[in-house]
């Protein structure tokens, strides 16, 4: 924090709490699969004068004058898009992901429309239908979810389904699936009614952006994503038209850029977007591809070790950046493991394994990848100290002296692996 110069005269309290947020962040282990630590670069593009001003429309179509510099940063980062992901369309304004999947269904469907969407507490996301979200209040959510016994997505339990209620738009994307996900079988449901296919890969853009996951591009015909999960950039959103999505719907490029605006939003925050342009222009680096190999590897030696301790992991392992415990074996709840491990500078997360007999505020399992701390730098000698530090704790919760001793030494630990936007 060298440039903050301005902030601690202007409003020591902001100042004073984003420095300890600083220190909080060298100093923990970033678990929760979604984050990630951002560059420098990016911060500063999202830290720049582009947040000043108005720029509603798309490039050479703005309400506003003064746009030519806004116009070349868009235009760039919906190039370097369509580059990395390889697809002939890219809205960059959402906002968010979740505003972005909105968009989708605003561009797609009329209100009361059946729509299809992967179950939340079977791994899904709020945005594809679950039911205290707008996407099920204006649409008619049907939810899909994974076989009990292999807790895999229930293919043809799903295209069973699918021929049984003809949605108009199926969501596949996910939250907590350590799995791959089978584009090609998704596509063959939705051919077969008829119905557009999004595929929302916020959580794994990085790792497709790296090679280290197959890409939905070739069989889906819309994609979001968010741009700050394994893509490591600021908060925000993109949503891309395949060209399998032209060849459906010629029009779909068009009613995915009226959804955003004027359909949902207003002004598009122009900082964010130049901020995307910067982690889009890393994440087409050789570094990168390196950055989302080790993510997988330090993700499948997390799960090896969990697995040698006696840890139940759903599915047995990983193909990607997390892992989803089931906690019942060890006779702790996801929540008072995610309170006792926060104690000791731990950061995961509670989270809903499939069929879960406890509700969502104190679900069975937790939540845990390596997005954030192979951007640090840890590879697989800092995971098996990681695994054995919450295997310690969870063991010991009730003894202070090893919650106090494990916690000076995650700070230790961490205090090696600078973060990148702390310079
Ligand atoms: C994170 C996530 C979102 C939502 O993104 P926000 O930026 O939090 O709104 C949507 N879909 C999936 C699959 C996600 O993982």
């Known amino acids: 924090m060298t440039n903050f110069k301005e902030l601690q005269q202007t409003d020591r309290e902001i100042y004073d709490i984003i420095k300890n947020e600083t220190r909080r962040q060298q100093e923990e282990l970033e678990l929760i699969p979604s984050e990630n630590h951002t560059s420098q670069a990016v911060l500063e593009a999202l830290g720049s004068i582009l947040t000043d001003k108005y720029s509603e429309g798309y490039p050479k179509k703005r309400y506003y004058a003064g746009l030519r ?3 070349e940063i868009e235009t760039l980062a919906q190039k370097r898009a369509k580059e990395l992901f390889k697809v002939p369309f890219v809205n960059v304004q959402p906002y968010s992901g979740s505003p972005a999947n909105q968009a989708v269904y605003f561009a797609t469907c009329k ?16 945005s594809h239908g679950w039911k205290v979200n707008f996407s099920a209040r204006f649409y008619n959510p049907i939810q899909y979810g994974v076989n009990k016994k292999t807790n895999l997505i229930d293919y043809d339990k799903m295209e069973e389904l699918a021929q049984k209620v003809k949605p108009k738009l199926i969501c596949v994307g996910a939250t907590a699936y350590p799995r791959f996900l089978d584009w090609e079988r998704f596509y063959k449901i939705a051919k077969s009614v008829n119905a557009y296919l999004c595929a929302d890969i916020a959580h794994i853009a990085g790792l497709i952006a790296a090679d280290v996951h197959p890409s939905p591009v070739p069989f889906v015909h819309i994609v979001t994503t968010t741009t700050h999960k394994t893509l490591r950039g600021p908060r925000g959103a993109m949503i891309m038209v395949t060209k399998k999505g032209i060849e459906k719907d010629s029009d779909l490029p068009e009613k995915i850029n009226r959804a955003v605006f004027p359909g949902l939003q207003g002004g ?22 390196e950055y989302g190999k080790q993510v997988v590897k330090n993700c499948k030696v997390l799960a090896s070790e969990f697995i040698k301790l006696g840890y139940d992991l759903i599915t047995n392992g990983t193909d990607n950046h997390l892992i989803l415990i089931d906690l019942t074996n060890k006779n702790i709840s996801g ?5 006792l491990l926060e104690k000791v500078g731990i950061n995961v997360n509670k989270n809903a394994i499939p069929f879960d007999q406890n509700p969502p505020s104190n679900p069975s399992g937790i939540r845990l990848g390596t997005p954030a701390i192979t951007t640090q730098g840890m590879r697989e000698k800092e995971i098996k100290q990681i695994v054995k530090f919450i295997d310690n704790v969870l063991k010991n919760r009730n003894n202070n002296a090893i919650i106090e001793s494990t916690k000076q030494e995650v700070k230790k630990m961490c205090l090696n692996f600078p973060l990148p936007g702390i310079k």
């Open 335 to 339: 929540k008072e493991a995610q309170d």
């Open 69 to 71: 510099f806004y116009d």
């Open 111 to 126: 209100p009361k429309d059946v729509t299809m969407g992967l179950s939340l507490p079977h791994g899904g996301h709020l």
């Open 268 to 289: 598009p925050h122009q900082h964010q977007i130049a901020a995307i342009a910067v982690c889009l222009k890393e994440a087409s680096t050789n570094e990168f591809k």
